[in-house]
């Protein structure tokens, strides 16, 4: 991207991430996900980083949002209250250590703190000779709201502090810890899930609005003008925070300060040496996250050494020395890059996004689905939109809403084909519905058996790629031909049912192991009517290339051994028409290398010999069996004739050894065989 498209996105997002904060933090009501806005602040935030010329004060990177509301008196903080820069994953925590490193090089070296990131309010109490005297809404960080008697209604917030453990001992209070004249302590205010589900069910039994998540209830209920409404709301809240010098020299000393003066923090919370230590602890609550009686969405990373985060300073909104380390959104924003159209089984066409590669849910995305026509102009999508993308039931992305303000004028409606992108035939709208069809009962897409086949174990052998997850890749718009399989990476299996990490990686790893194709497997995958393995392996010795196969006229293929007229026929045509030759293209451009048949004949002993297996050989698999005769000049068939001159059987042999016997044909066990092949 270059300046000018970076100034006019930078431009975009801030105006529409102004718009939802200030939805979400004031008037407690939102239009998209806590998730999708906080892939679009990631967006601003990351583009900022890379064009820092076009940062300016007002960035929502540069301050916190929120505006105390009128209702209420305001109070000054002592400190301003900062909010957090937010990473998605390893990597960004890895280039935050990075950044903050340049500035204090070995910053990390005393380690983290890691803390729940709980999805609630965020407050600041103020104590003077042990009693609570005020507590305050974050606001705009500056000033917030004074909301003291609400807050006394959280039987979590001591009204009065006592000691719970005073020989805890820090510098400065050799004795012992005391009760200083002024505290200051933050913490945040959230709502369980049962009281969620308590009070939705209340509200929408007398008529009232419906809470859209735990963190609009608390903020709601907080900012209540009757305490009462508050109290019944059942809040709790965690001290996460130590603003009162006692001598504290790691965050971890604040927690244990703030528990032997009576508050409540979270017997989660942590410390951890370094990077890997911080995932470990951020990958375990997300798997354990639903096991907890409140909502979170990541964890909080600090650095545990506070004479270091105070040195370390503040950018823009945020402290340099802390993060907030979101879990895998299950919404993300992303731009439509393209819309292309899938073939289904039956023939109808879908039209699939191509986005911009985004995480969701732990895995990567770059296609969802649009369903049909209908629902593309009911979500007013064009291409080049900027959208926000969910998952289905975590398993098929698809688009949720088109975010029309980040448009720049150069996105371009779609409009649905008029010949099937597979076979380029005419397609048909179904009559009265508003899905379109190939008619073209041929057509290599509905045909999907093709790529069946271009993977079973006879072809290419792609171990894990069945009919079930070639159907799943094809709904999906994965892939549309075999061509496609070599393109495919781990994560586009992740977004498939039944795939775990490893299994998605034992599969790719076996389709990329099958770039190398000797050209006879080559030829018999491609799955061209009439063609065998063994018509495979005549064709492949005689044209010694790809190449020469398909510039081969009708004439050279009626003069290959073994193959007829009606065989040539069908070859000939396969490599004429476009669309084949499209998926040959597509073959190379991925990589896949067609070895080139070289005579490696050892000896000329079994010249003009025919061979039939059956049954099962303990030393050598029916491939490896096959290719010995090859070498040595022998041909292998797949039925027993007058003109075979071995069947060669092993444990529990089929109807050919029958077949052998009646014709008189001469049956090799195993270990005769071997003899003959040595």
């Known amino acids: 991207m270059d300046k000018i498209k970076a100034k006019e996105r930078i431009e975009k997002l801030r105006k529409a991430i102004n718009h939802h904060r200030y939805l979400y933090h004031v008037l407690d009501r939102q239009e998209i996900s806590d998730e999708a806005l906080d892939t679009l602040k990631k967006e601003l935030f990351d583009l900022e980083q890379k064009f820092p010329e076009w940062i300016t004060p007002e960035s929502p990177t540069q301050r916190v949002a929120g505006k105390p509301l009128k209702q209420f008196k305001k109070i000054r903080h002592p400190e301003p209250m900062l909010s957090f820069n937010d990473a998605f994953d390893e990597n960004d925590m890895e280039e935050w250590e990075k950044r903050f490193e340049k500035v204090i090089p070995d910053a990390s070296r005393h380690g983290y703190y890691c803390e729940l990131k709980i999805d609630g309010l965020a407050i600041e109490l103020i104590y003077k000779n042990g009693r609570l005297d005020t507590g305050s809404t974050r606001g705009d960080g500056i000033i917030g709201e004074d909301v003291t008697q609400n807050l006394k209604t959280v039987d979590a917030i001591p009204l009065n502090l006592e000691l719970q453990n005073s020989k805890l001992v820090q510098p400065g209070y050799p004795g012992g810890l005391k009760i200083p004249e002024r505290l200051v302590v933050r913490g945040e205010v959230f709502i369980t899930k049962g009281d969620f589900k308590r009070i939705n069910k209340e509200q929408k039994k007398a008529g009232f609005k419906i809470y859209a998540n735990p963190r609009n209830l608390a903020a709601g209920s907080i900012r209540q003008l009757d305490p009462k409404v508050t109290a019944s ?24 300060i703030l528990k032997s003066l009576g508050f409540k923090t979270n017997p989660h919370n942590k410390s951890a040496q370094n990077i890997e230590g911080i995932n470990k602890f951020r990958n375990h609550w997300e798997k354990e996250r639903e096991k907890l009686n409140y909502e979170i969405d990541g964890v909080v990373v600090i650095l545990n050494h506070n004479n270091t985060l105070d040195r370390l300073g503040v950018v823009g909104k945020a402290p340099r020395g802390a993060i907030a380390y979101k879990f895998s959104p299950k919404e993300s924003e992303t731009v439509v890059e393209d819309i292309i159209v899938q073939v289904g089984r039956t023939g109808v066409l879908t039209p699939v996004a191509v986005l911009r590669p985004v995480r969701i849910g732990g895995t990567t995305v770059s296609r969802a689905t649009l369903h049909n026509l209908d629902e593309i102009k009911r979500l007013g999508l064009k291409i080049g939109d900027t959208v926000i993308v969910g998952r289905a039931g975590d398993v098929i992305p698809d688009v949720k809403k088109v975010l029309k303000e980040l448009r ?143 510039r081969a006229t009708l004439n050279d293929l009626q003069s290959v ?118």
């Open 233 to 256: 709301r059942h809040l709790d809240s965690y001290a996460y925070s130590l603003i009162t010098n006692l001598g504290q020299k790691t965050h971890e000393d604040e927690h244990l």
């Open 561 to 678: 051994s073994d193959v007829g007229p009606v065989v040539a026929q069908s070859i000939y045509n396969w490599f004429q028409k476009p669309y084949n030759k499209n998926i040959l293209s597509k073959f190379k451009k991925a990589g896949v290398h067609v070895i080139e048949e070289k005579a490696t004949k050892k000896s000329t002993k079994l010249t003009g010999k025919i061979f039939v297996l059956t049954g099962t050989l303990e030393t050598l698999g029916r491939d490896e069996a096959q290719d010995k005769i090859r070498e040595l000049g022998g041909d292998v068939s797949s039925s027993v004739s007058k003109n075979t001159d071995y069947v060669v059987t092993g444990s529990e042999p089929g109807s050919k050894y029958g077949e052998a016997q009646k014709l008189g044909v001469k049956i090799l066990d195993e270990k005769e065989f071997l003899n003959l092949i040595k």
């Open 408 to 550: 720049t004028g150069r996105e371009k409606e779609f409009h649905m084909l008029q010949k099937c992108p597979a076979c380029g035939e005419l397609v048909e709208q179904f009559a009265d519905q508003v899905a379109y069809r190939c008619v073209n009962r041929g057509c290599p897409a509905i045909k999907r058996k093709a790529i069946y086949h271009f993977a079973s174990r006879k072809a290419l052998n792609m171990a894990g790629i069945g009919p079930r997850i070639v159907d799943n890749l094809m709904t999906a718009g994965l892939i549309r031909d075999s061509a496609d399989l070599f393109n495919l990476k781990k994560e586009d299996l992740l977004n498939l049912e039944r795939f775990a990490e490893k299994s998605a990686e034992n599969v790719i790893n076996v389709i990329q192991s099958k770039k190398e194709v000797p050209l006879n497997k080559f030829i018999y995958s491609l799955g061209i009517d009439h063609v065998g393995e063994e018509t495979g392996f005549v064709l492949a010795k005689k044209f010694k290339k790809l190449e020469n196969l398909q």
